[in-house]
């Protein structure tokens, strides 16, 4: 007998199985999108990338123009999903490279390429690490981490840090100059945040942080013994290199280096300034004593022979540099550091040597020292014209109470956004000479917070850590703090930006010490913490590897 099968389904299954296929593709669907994502949201990014390269082209210079390809590259990369990309040993060597070229190669040599602009070597090499450095941070989810983690464990750094790049940017709007201003943010982030951002990732330990103060001081020595020698000869000639035609442009470009061709800064009272590989010879004297701090870790913290001594040879060879350079903020900030870190290293050896009478001699001693030499300053001539100026440096400091006068009504009609990022000369009409007006000026009272925040807090973390954590680790926290004290007391009469470069990589070792001591103190037993500040020695506890 033949069984019949029906050749259709029932109306009532035909719905049945629609509805459960539409149930199972519902089920499907988050899988589905979550794999397809990346790729709409990477198609839809390079789409918009066209338009917007093509009108910032047009209406933005060309630095500007970078800055907002930049942006959008940036995006793409982020979208990007988890792929071994990630080459440590290649971004480790250009941040090294970068470093020497940003501190030993003078900012106005420049290549050119075909009909491109003139590009500053400085940014060729930052390119060269900015590219490995991206690709790793968005295709590894294990460096972002390691990265958020140790900024995370300095807040307040990073809200400040963060901060100020935010008020540089809400400045544009308002600025006068609008192109300049972003060529000038773009910049920052090339020469500030990217080095910043490396410096925690490449630092590693307590052996990388030295390595790197290491690398700093034989370009310090490098920059000292180029100022002497130009000081020697009273001739720029770092700028030699360039034919004449080629540096006629340059200077077209640039008023601050047409000081260096024309030699109209290179004297005061008949005597020569030397500028060494900066623009002018108050960042070369800002330089000196941001180093000279980090050469006394050296001098006195580290025990091989060759250290040591290198650390006494940057220290002298620094003071040197200040002199040359005629810088009277380089005196101070000289003075008041040396001061201040004899102060912290006598506090420092008697917590460590309760029985020594080291510590108290060394303190006395410091203490007669800065009062003679205070009262050499105020009552000697030549040591009085040296640090405070004579006539003419009196008219420089009058200017500068000139150029508060000029700017206060621009502080008082935008106290919040300010006039405009790195626009504070253009929009008073004459230079600026305090770091405090041009943040004032361009940023408002929340972008001198924020800076006021950059520079301040790594002098609390690093004399904290110097006086409770009495390991090698303090000791660089506690050097740094000195640099820092330094840098901004010469922020009060200096506007010049030359040296934030190396500012912001010390910040990113203050980051990564902070991060090393906030670990140690959380391993730590609360019994043992009063125990370490009596029996620890120096070298004793290194930072913790992360």
Not at 84 to 104: A, D, E, W
Not at 131 to 146: C, G, K, N, T
Not at 449 to 473: H, K, Q
Request: contains cysteine.
């Amino acid at each position: 007998m033949t069984t019949r099968i029906g050749s259709r389904f029932a109306v009532s299954r035909i719905a049945s199985v629609a509805m459960a296929e539409t149930r199972l593709a519902a089920r499907a669907a988050p899988d589905v999108l979550r794999h397809l994502a990346p790729i709409v949201a990477w198609a839809t990014a390079a789409i918009g990338l066209g338009a917007i390269v093509g009108f910032a082209a047009v209406a933005l210079p060309p630095l500007g123009a970078f800055g907002i390809v930049a942006v959008v590259a940036v995006i793409l990369l982020w979208v990007m999903p988890e792929a071994p990309l990630v080459y440590p040993v290649l971004i480790r060597k250009t941040f090294f490279v970068m470093l020497v070229v940003n501190l030993c190669v003078p900012y106005y040599y420049m290549a050119q390429f075909g009909d491109l602009p003139w590009i500053s070597v400085r940014r060729i090499v930052a390119f060269a690490l900015i590219m490995p450095f991206l690709l790793a941070v968005a295709s590894s989810s294990e460096v972002r981490r390691r990265i958020a983690s140790r900024l995370l464990a300095s807040p307040l750094i990073l809200i400040c840090a963060v901060g100020y790049l935010v008020m540089a940017i809400v400045s544009i709007p308002e600025s006068l100059l609008p192109g300049d201003s972003l060529s000038a943010l773009v910049d920052a982030l090339l020469q500030w945040y990217v080095p910043l951002v490396a410096m925690i990732y490449v630092v590693r330990d307590e052996k990388d942080i030295v390595l790197v103060l290491k690398v700093i001081c034989f370009c310090a020595l490098l920059n000292s013994a180029l100022g002497v020698v130009e000081f020697y000869f009273k001739h720029r000639f770092l700028v030699d290199v360039f034919p004449k035609s080629m540096l006629a442009s340059l200077a077209e470009s640039n008023p601050m280096l047409q000081t260096l061709v024309d030699g109209t800064a290179s004297y005061r009272n008949g005597i020569f300034r030397a500028t060494s590989t900066f623009l002018v010879p108050l960042s070369f004297g800002e330089f000196e004593i941001i180093v000279i701090p980090i050469a006394l870790f050296f001098a006195m913290h580290r025990q091989g022979l060759f250290e040591r001594c290198l650390g006494w040879t940057v220290a002298i060879s620094g003071i040197v540099g200040i002199l040359v350079s005629g810088s009277r903020g380089g005196y101070v900030g000289f003075l008041v550091s040396t001061a201040a870190f004899v102060a912290i290293w006598s506090i420092r050896k008697a917590l460590n040597h309760r029985t020594s009478l080291a510590p108290a001699l060394v303190g006395t001693m410091g203490a007669i020292s800065s009062v003679i030499v205070f009262a050499l300053i105020l009552f000697w001539p030549r040591a009085h014209n040296m640090v405070l100026g004579g006539g003419a440096e009196q008219a420089s400091t009058e200017g500068r109470w000139v150029q508060w006068r000029a700017a206060w009504p621009l502080i008082e009609s935008n106290p919040i956004t300010g006039h405009g990022f790195v626009t504070g000369g253009f929009d008073i009409g004459s230079s600026i000479d305090s770091y405090v007006i041009s943040l004032l000026v361009e940023t408002g009272i929340p972008g001198l917070v924020f800076f006021t925040g950059i520079v301040c807090l790594p002098i609390w973390y690093g004399v904290r850590a110097y006086l409770t954590d009495l390991s090698e680790s303090g000791a660089l926290g506690g050097s740094l703090a000195c640099s820092f004290i330094a840098f901004t007391l010469y922020r009060l009469v200096l506007s010049q930006r030359e040296n934030h470069f190396l500012i912001y990589c010390l910040l990113g070792i203050v980051v990564v010490l902070n991060y090393g001591y906030q670990m140690k103190r959380a391993k730590e037993p609360r019994s043992l913490r009063a125990q370490r500040r009596t029996y620890s020695r120096p070298g004793e506890r290194g930072l913790e590897t992360a």
